[in-house]
T-cell receptor
Framework: AQTVTQSQPEMSVQEAETVTLSCTYD???????LFWYKQPPSRQMILVIR??????QNATENRFSVNFQKAAKSFSLKISDSQLGDAAMYFC??????????FGTGTSLTVIP | ETGVTQSPTHLIKTRGQQVTLRCSSQ?????VSWYQQALGQGPQFIFQ???????GRGNFPPRFSGLQFPNYSSELNVNALELDDSALYLC?????????????FGPGTRLTVL
């Protein structure tokens, strides 16, 4: 079974600084997707960024970027120029093509003004 | 383009009762997945519906059941409620066969079982 591990239950960052959230996963598949979702206190899960496993280039979405290390099964999220609105629970998720999502336990990010 | 909506927002039930949660998928999406998120945990996959049939199920007992309708909306039914069923229930829709296969989530239904 696929598992997703987020080893940092809580992280904090000063406003305008950079923070990296860690995620590792376990799979025997070669083709899959990886995601980072953000869940603010309002609780709606919002897609932050997506990475296809067959792509070597790391995905980037504005201030959000990933470091995807397929051999190491590592998928970290870097948030640059952190803003107060980035404060939320962040979930790493794995999905085999056409199949269900597996989520990690989340990292609670606090942004300090 | 309308997003994923869920109803009701909150629900309180007592042990042994039955509950139905509803989800309207994002326009253009044909697949709906349901997740249970206990407090402080990541979402756990319950099941997925595609073309009105269950298409994959997580480690949940048969008292968790669902439906998908021709308009791709969906229901989650839970019978014989237990205290441990108290959680946030999330619905997510996606387009099977689409370019991205990304799931988009609704705001969730908070179920409390007393």
């Amino acid at each position: 079974a696929q598992t997703v591990t987020q080893s940092q239950p809580e992280m904090s960052v000063q406003e305008a600084e950079t923070v990296t959230l860690s995620c590792t996963y376990d799979t025997s598949e070669s083709d899959y997707y990886l995601f980072w979702y953000k869940q603010p206190p309002s609780r709606q899960m919002i897609l932050v960024i997506r990475q296809e496993a067959y792509k070597q280039q790391n995905a980037t979405e504005n201030r959000f970027s990933v470091n995807f290390q397929k051999a190491a099964k590592s998928f970290s999220l870097k948030i640059s120029d952190s803003q107060l609105g980035d404060a939320a629970m962040y979930f790493c998720a794995y999905r085999r093509i056409g199949n269900q999502f597996y989520f990690g336990t989340g990292t609670s990010l606090t942004v300090i003004p | 383009e309308t997003g994923v909506t869920q109803s009701p927002t909150h629900l309180i039930k007592t042990r042994g009762q039955q509950v139905t949660l509803r989800c309207s998928s994002q326009s253009g999406h044909n697949t709906v997945s349901w997740y249970q998120q206990a407090l402080g945990q990541g979402p756990q996959f319950i099941f997925q519906y595609y073309r009105e049939e269950e298409n994959g199920r997580g480690n949940f007992p048969p008292r968790f059941s669902g439906l998908q309708f021709p308009n791709y909306s969906s229901e989650l039914n839970v019978n014989a409620l237990e205290l441990d069923d108290s959680a946030l229930y999330l619905c997510a829709s996606s387009l099977r066969g689409g370019a991205t296969d990304t799931q988009y989530f609704g705001p969730g239904t908070r179920l409390t079982v007393l």
